[in-house]
């Protein structure tokens, strides 16, 4: 169930947005092993001239995406791995990206969120031991 949530520089136009969510949810199943039915992603776009590195407005594009996981289901290079891929893959699609853009995966306790209403160590414990 991670949530992704990616903030952009410029506005790279509807299709070149729909390729990125696609491609975001397709490294978040294919590296992180999340189910591809619960994995939700917003994109925000900065307006013009709100994006500032070193206290000076950006040059060319950047980006920051930030992933809440819950604590635990992720390997220290599973996550690596992600980072880097994200990298390649919004260089690939939308062009060079200034070295200050960020990956950020958030372990969060599985006591501390949760969907339609029920936590995640909830969900784990329902779940019958034959499923973990």
């Given at each position: 169930?991670?949530?992704?949530?990616?903030?952009?520089?410029?506005?790279?136009?509807?299709?070149?947005?729909?390729?990125?969510a696609q491609a975001?949810?397709?490294?978040?199943?294919?590296?992180?092993?999340?189910?591809?039915?619960?994995?939700?992603?917003?994109?925000?776009?900065?307006?013009?001239?709100?994006?500032?590195?070193?206290?000076?407005?950006?040059?060319?594009?950047?980006?920051?995406?930030?992933?809440?996981?819950?604590?635990?289901?992720?390997?220290?290079?599973?996550?690596?791995?992600?980072?880097?891929?994200?990298?390649?893959?919004?260089?690939?699609?939308?062009?060079?990206?200034?070295?200050?853009?960020?990956?950020?995966?958030?372990?969060?306790?599985?006591?501390?969120?949760?969907?339609?209403?029920?936590?995640?160590?909830?969900?784990?414990?329902?779940?019958?031991?034959?499923?973990?």
């Amino acid at each position: 169930m991670p949530y992704l949530h990616l903030t952009l520089s410029h506005h790279p136009g509807a299709e070149r947005m729909a390729h990125v969510a696609q491609a975001l949810t397709d490294l978040t199943v294919d590296l992180l092993g999340k189910r591809r039915e619960l994995t939700a992603l917003t994109i925000e776009v900065t307006p013009e001239g709100q994006w500032f590195v070193g206290g000076a407005s950006l040059p060319g594009q950047s980006y920051q995406l930030d992933i809440k996981v819950t604590d635990g289901t992720n390997t220290s290079g599973e996550k690596a791995r992600f980072i880097v891929q994200v990298n390649t893959t919004l260089e690939d699609l939308l062009g060079p990206m200034a070295a200050a853009s960020y990956v950020v995966v958030h372990d969060v306790d599985g006591r501390a969120w949760g969907y339609q209403g029920r936590t995640q160590a909830a969900r784990r414990q329902a779940l019958p031991q034959t499923a973990l």
